[in-house]
Structures are given as structure tokens and as C-alpha cells.
């Protein structure tokens, strides 16, 4: 009989894709819910022989509870015996994926299927990261953009000599072309 | 901020450890560790500290335990739960320092407390009867044959489960026959009760007060009406890291013990940390609602960061929690309790700490409780300490000398 597992989690997109990637892993996945679902209707319900769930929701003290009430809910994977667990668990924390797995279920499937939540949300976590690096550099370039701009305006530059002006300055303060358009930019903003 | 008030009197050692990592909780009562951020208390002491908001115990737990905090806040009986083998994977935390006294509540429904007035109208009105109205509540649901009320705290090993239990029994009530217990994070607690999800919890500050305020239920207790100054927060260390870093962990208390101090010293001061809090992002919630959970009870009532000797970890306080765990069974060996308890709660260090600082400290390590109605004082060998009432709501005294009293029989 294949491993259900459940999977609580509030962003929708990072959810199917681990959805998705356990079951081709093998897993059957029973459901998605979110943190205001009640936890103790669903797992009393659906009984999953694992849970996986998003480190930043509280609701982890839920499962806790139910890890406590007896032996047919999972338990946190720290409680697992195996000797690898402490690595695996501190691999998971940093991808931000905590487990809750049934006793006897066998650590080589608790392995894999942690494996598979981690990836998924380390891949979804650099794409993330990935737009973010792209919107701080285009806020950073229309910042320059803008300052040069200013200087064109307010002392009849040319478009190449306020860049080499601005750069000049950067260089000469040790900032970067960036923290310079900004402070720049501010001043002028407070000078008007 | 006065810089005075830091007293250098003692040959100090240098933190062999001056980067730390310490974790802690959205809540009111994690004060203490923003100040001593943001007013300098660590700094002052060379500690370079980044606090970690997590956002379960069990997260505090599992990082805690995998090494990779190196001190948290922690529930009083986190550190004894670990070490115990109870939660998560066995690892020896100590404590030797109490973060603060007192701050939850007991809240329920507005249906229930209409039902309660219906049924017992003066009980309901009398803060030290309500349990004792609740239990009319619940014999009249089972007569009609309803479900039990759901009532939920805030994680397994804590303050707030051990307090809801004793309140309940007070009045007759068996937590575990009458009613449904469940965990429910703190920032969901208002939003389930007004659901219909739970029916009551016990649970801190500010989640407390922004219920109130939402009224969406009905205070019953405060934690103060059930224990007098019990124990709530600690900060936590594991037991093998102090052992390698025992300046960085006497620095860290001594900073920590100041922070309290400072809060403790001036209304204003709870002000300033209120918008520390608040303003530092440790805190999603009104800035006026955090406020009043710091401000609103003075400085002698509510929450107490360093009053009454409030950061000395008594081992009685551990001790007393631990008998809690053991009436309801989720101690089953009592015969380990008392030497887990003299390994995981440290007043010797804590001593070493205070002596730094030029405080007085307990000379003994376990007090009574119950036992003292009026504030009192405690003379020391370094002078006397102003202590707190210590009553249980029930009259009940606990007597850490003479455990045996106090513990269910050993099962054979």
C-alpha cells in the first residue's frame, strides 16, 4: 500500500508542484489544506501516514498535540531513531519543510518523500528568489536611469557625461552607481 | 535610556562566543530579548545577538535540539519535556534564568458565558467561581446528550495546558472526560472562537487582549487568578553548550537580567518596549494592543519581568509544573522527576549571574507555594528580597520538600 500523505501549506502554486512530484515519486497525496482548515477534523478524517507542512505556519503545535494523542497520528521527524534523521531534519528545516510521519513507516520512504518536499520547495524558493533579484535590478537601473535624467535637466549634461559624472562621484565616495542615484535623488527631492 | 544603571563591579570574561542566534515567539512577553537588542544589554556585554522569530514551540524545539539556536524563549516546561525524552528527541536543556511571571487568561465563547449566566448567574459573576459555573455548563450539555466544548491551548508542554487543567479540576471538572483538548496557535485563537471552531483557551499575550478587544469572548481568569505569580517563560540552553561556553551563557543572562530589570523599573519603560516590539517587526499586531498588554496591569500585577525576584529559576516552580504532568499521567516515572528537575533548572548559574550584577539571589533553591497571601520578604545573605503572593486558587499548598505528597502513587 503506497504512503498518504497530506500536505498542509497556504501558497497554492509551491503546493501542486510537491503535489505533483510525490506522486511521481509514488506517494498518493490525500489533500492540500491551508493553516485555517481545522487540523483535527481533517487528520482524524483522512488519517495520512505522513504530513508535510510549511515551517512558517503555526499550525505545526496542532500536529504536535496529535503526535501526542496517540500512536495512530505522526509523529515530528525529529522523534525518528534512524542516525541520519538529525542531518535530514536540519535539511529540511533550512528548506523550510517539517515532516510528521507514522512509526512504521519505513525510513527509506521517509527519506525519499522528505527528499521530494525539499527540492520542491527549494525550487520554488529560487524561483522566488530569482524574481526578486530581477525586480531590484530593474528598480536599481530606473533609479540610475532616473538620476541621470536629473542631471541632463538641471545642468545641460549630456546623456554620456552625466553617466561619467555619476560614476566619478560613486567611485570618488566609494558607493555603488545605485547608492549614488539614490542619495542623489533624495537630496535633490529635499532641495525642492 | 540611563547607562548608570549597568553596575560593573565583578572581573568579567570575554563571551567565547560573541555571535548568537536566539529564538523566540510573536508574543508580549518576548520583551525582554527585544530591549536587550535594541537598548544595548547585550551589546554592552559583547554579545552580538540576532533574534529568530519562529513561528511554533516546535520550531524552537527542533532547532534547539539540532543545535542550530543557541538559546531560545522557551515555555517553562520545555526545557524538562526534552530532557525528559518527552518531546522531540531526547536532549538535556537547562534554564537558569525565569523570563517572566504570569500573563495568560482563560477566555470562552460569548454563547457559553450566555449559558453560563443563564444556568449560574452568580458564579458566572464571580471571577474565583466561573470554573465552578462552566462545570454546570458541561453536567447539563452531557444530561442532553451534546458533544463536549472544545477548549484549546497553546502547545503541548505548556504553562497554559497545566493552568487550564487545574482551573477546570478545580471545579470538578476531568479535562480529559468532559471536554475536548485540543492545540490551536496562539494568532488563530480568536478567529476559531468566533468560527464556532473552540468554545474557550488559555492562551498569552497580546492574543489575549486582541480577542477582547474584538470581543469575541469573555475573560473567565487570568493566570494570576489560578497560581499568584506562576512561572511562564525561561530562556533555554542546551545543557552540552554550556558546558563549552559557560562565560557567553553568564553574559547572556547577565544582559537578559538587566533588559528585565529595565522593564521592570518604570511604566515608560514597558512603553518603549511595546513599540520596540512592535516597530522592530516582531510583533503583527496594533501597536496600541501591545501597549496595553505591557501597560494596562501596572507593575505589580499582569506580567512581571523582574518584580518579586521574578528571574530566578526556582526549582520549585519546575518541580510544582512537574507534579501537573504527573497528576494528569503524562509523566508516567515519577521516580526520575526530581533529579531531571535539579539537572534542568539552574539556580547556581543563575546565582554566579546576579553576583556579577550586585544582586542579592535566594539562598535556597525551592520555596513553597500557596503559602503566602501578601507580598513578603525573603532575607538573603546578601539582603533582603521582596517576593510576590505565591496562592493557588483552590488553597492548596506545595511543599517542594516533601514531593511524595504532591505525586500520584508509582505505578508498579
Redesign the interface.
Known amino acids: 500500500m503506497n504512503v498518504r500523505v497530506l500536505i498542509v501549506d497556504t501558497k497554492a502554486e509551491r503546493s501542486q508542484a510537491l503535489d505533483q512530484a510525490l506522486r511521481e515519486a509514488g506517494f498518493d497525496v490525500l489533500m492540500t489544506v491551508s493553516q485555517d482548515d481545522d487540523l483535527y477534523a481533517v487528520m482524524k478524517r483522512l488519517k495520512p501516514d505522513a504530513v508535510i507542512i510549511d515551517t512558517s505556519l503555526p499550525s505545526r503545535d496542532t500536529l504536535e498535540h496529535l503526535g501526542q494523542l496517540g500512536k495512530r497520528y505522526p509523529k515530528p521527524m525529529i522523534m525518528l531513531a534512524q542516525e541520519e534523521t538529525p542531518e535530514l531534519t536540519r535539511e529540511a528545516t533550512q528548506a523550510g519543510v517539517s515532516a510528521y510521519v507514522v512509526d512504521h513507516l519505513q525510513p527509506a520512504l521517509v527519506r525519499s518523500m522528505v527528499n521530494v518536499a525539499i527540492s520542491s520547495f527549494e525550487s520554488h524558493h529560487a524561483l522566488k528568489s530569482e524574481l526578486n533579484r530581477t525586480r531590484e535590478t530593474i528598480t536599481q537601473r530606473r533609479t540610475i536611469d532616473r538620476a541621470k535624467t536629473t542631471l541632463m535637466e538641471r545642468r545641460s549634461m549630456s546623456e554620456d557625461a552625466a553617466y561619467q559624472y555619476l560614476r566619478k562621484i560613486a567611485m570618488d565616495r566609494r558607493l555603488s552607481m545605485y547608492e549614488l542615484a539614490r542619495d542623489l535623488l533624495k537630496a535633490i527631492e529635499k532641495g525642492d | 535610556m540611563n547607562n548608570d544603571e549597568v553596575i560593573t563591579n565583578a572581573e568579567r570574561l570575554p563571551p567565547e562566543q560573541p555571535q548568537l542566534s536566539i529564538g523566540m515567539l510573536p508574543l508580549s512577553d518576548a520583551a525582554p530579548l527585544v530591549v536587550a537588542v535594541h537598548n544595548g544589554f547585550f551589546e554592552r556585554e559583547g554579545l552580538e545577538v540576532t533574534l529568530s522569530v519562529e513561528?511554533?514551540?516546535?520550531?524552537i524545539?527542533?532547532?534547539m535540539?539540532?543545535g542550530?539556536l543557541d538559546a531560545a524563549q522557551m515555555l517553562a516546561l520545555m526545557p524538562l519535556a526534552s530532557s525528559l525524552g518527552l518531546d522531540?528527541?531526547k536532549t538535556a536543556i537547562l534554564s537558569a534564568m525565569t523570563l517572566n511571571l504570569n500573563g495568560n487568561a482563560i477566555t470562552v465563547s460569548n454563547d457559553v458565558y450566555q449559558q453560563m449566566l443563564a444556568l449560574a448567574p452568580t458564579q458566572a459573576h464571580d471571577s474565583t467561581t466561573t470554573a465552578a459555573a462552566l462545570s454546570q455548563i458541561i453536567k447539563a450539555r452531557q444530561q442532553q446528550g451534546l458533544e463536549p466544548l472544545r477548549f484549546a491551548t497553546?502547545?503541548?508542554f505548556s504553562s497554559h495546558r497545566y493552568l487550564l487543567r487545574y482551573w477546570l479540576a478545580s471545579a470538578g471538572i476531568d479535562p480529559d472526560r468532559d471536554l475536548d483538548l485540543?492545540?490551536?496557535?496562539?494568532?488563530?485563537m480568536a478567529?476559531q472562537l468566533e468560527a464556532g471552531?473552540i468554545d474557550g483557551y488559555c492562551v498569552g499575550d497580546p492574543w489575549n487582549t486582541m480577542a477582547a478587544k474584538r470581543t469575541s469572548g469573555v475573560v473567565l481568569a487570568s493566570s494570576e487568578n489560578i497560581w499568584q505569580n506562576g512561572q511562564e517563560k525561561v530562556l533555554g540552553v542546551r545543557e552540552e553548550w554550556v558546558k563549552t561556553h559557560p562565560d557567553t551563557h553568564r553574559a547572556l543572562l547577565r544582559a537578559l537580567i538587566q533588559a528585565c530589570a529595565w522593564l521592570d523599573a518604570d511604566i515608560e519603560h514597558r512603553r518603549i518596549a511595546a513599540s520596540l516590539l512592535v516597530d522592530g517587526g516582531y510583533l503583527d499586531v496594533p501597536p496600541h494592543i501591545v501597549e496595553e498588554t505591557l501597560v494596562a496591569n501596572g507593575l505589580e500585577h499582569g506580567v512581571l519581568f523582574h518584580r518579586y525576584s521574578a528571574n530566578f529559576p526556582w526549582r520549585s516552580h519546575t518541580l510544582w509544573f512537574a507534579t501537573q504532568m504527573a497528576r494528569w499521567g503524562h509523566i508516567k516515572d515519577t521516580a526520575i522527576v526530581h533529579d531531571a528537575v535539579l539537572r534542568c533548572t539552574r539556580p547556581d548559574l543563575y546565582r554566579q549571574a546576579a553576583d556579577d550584577l550586585g544582586l542579592a539571589s535566594p539562598d535556597e533553591d525551592m520555596k513553597s507555594e500557596g503559602t503566602h497571601a501578601a507580598p513578603w520578604t525573603l532575607p538573603t545573605t546578601k539582603g533582603d528580597l521582596f517576593m510576590g503572593p505565591d496562592l493557588f486558587l483552590d488553597g492548596a499548598q506545595f511543599d517542594p520538600y516533601h514531593l511524595e505528597e504532591h505525586l500520584p502513587s508509582q505505578r508498579s
Open positions: 513561528a511554533s514551540w516546535a520550531n524545539r527542533d532547532k535540539q539540532l542550530s522531540g528527541r497553546v502547545y503541548t485540543r492545540v490551536v496557535p496562539p494568532p488563530q478567529a471552531q
